[in-house]
């Protein structure tokens, strides 16, 4: 994991070289990505924002336009979750796939070899030079069927 010094000065290196001011609101937006492990909406981000700093009044769309600045630079990554949107965590983590679950909106993260290293071999079966690949299980997760009113412990398959 990178440490925040270090995406501080990424942060303000970007916005020099777009000619946008460094301010606290857009800095206070890679802090609660940061602070937060895990998969966020702009809107959660938000909430923790004003959590964390009540005074700064950073408005919604500061949080969007920050983090698409910030995806867009690699400090943040993004998964598209088909009914709620984007969730945003922090970039330049070591690479890792996801499991989504439908039902409670968990995101359980995962690497596995064997994946890496297939998607590799289907690239390179078709001539295509892979710059990035995204991966992701949807599904249900242990604990909500757990939940299933007709719950088995038997393994479906
Ligand atoms: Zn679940
Ligand atoms: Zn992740």
Same mark, same amino acid.
């Given at each position: #994991?990178?440490? &925040?010094? @270090? =995406?501080?000065?990424?942060?303000?290196?970007? +916005?020099?070289?777009?000619?946008?001011?460094?301010?606290?609101?857009?800095?206070?937006?890679?802090?609660? +990505? &940061?602070? /937060?492990?895990?998969?966020? $909406?702009?809107?959660?981000?938000?909430?923790?924002?004003?959590? =964390?700093?009540?005074? $700064?009044?950073?408005?919604?769309?500061?949080? &969007?336009?920050? =983090?698409? =600045? +910030?995806? %867009?630079?690699?400090?943040?990554? $993004?998964? $598209?979750?088909?009914?709620?949107?984007?969730?945003?965590?922090?970039?330049?983590?070591?690479?890792?796939?996801?499991?989504?679950?439908?039902?409670?909106?968990?995101?359980?993260? @995962? @690497?596995?070899? *064997?994946? %890496?290293?297939?998607?590799? %071999?289907?690239?390179?079966?078709?001539?295509?030079? #892979? *710059?990035?690949?995204? #991966?992701?299980?949807?599904?249900?997760?242990? !604990?909500?069927?757990?939940? !299933?009113? /007709?719950?088995? /412990? !038997? !393994?479906?398959?």
């Amino acid at each position: #994991m990178v440490d &925040y010094p @270090f =995406l501080l000065e990424e942060l303000k290196r970007i +916005l020099k070289e777009k000619q946008l001011k460094f301010t606290r609101q857009r800095e206070l937006v890679l802090k609660a +990505l &940061y602070e /937060n492990e895990g998969h966020h $909406s702009p809107e959660e981000l938000h909430r923790k924002i004003q959590e =964390l700093a009540p005074e $700064s009044k950073v408005g919604i769309a500061t949080v &969007y336009r920050t =983090l698409a =600045l +910030l995806e %867009e630079e690699g400090l943040a990554d $993004s998964l $598209s979750l088909d009914k709620e949107g984007k969730r945003y965590e922090i970039g330049l983590k070591k690479h890792h796939d996801h499991l989504i679950c439908t039902r409670c909106g968990k995101i359980i993260e @995962f @690497f596995d070899e *064997t994946i %890496e290293r297939q998607q590799e %071999e289907v690239a390179r079966k078709f001539r295509f030079r #892979m *710059t990035d690949h995204a #991966m992701k299980i949807i599904g249900i997760c242990h !604990e909500c069927q757990q939940n !299933e009113p /007709n719950h088995t /412990n !038997e !393994e479906k398959h």
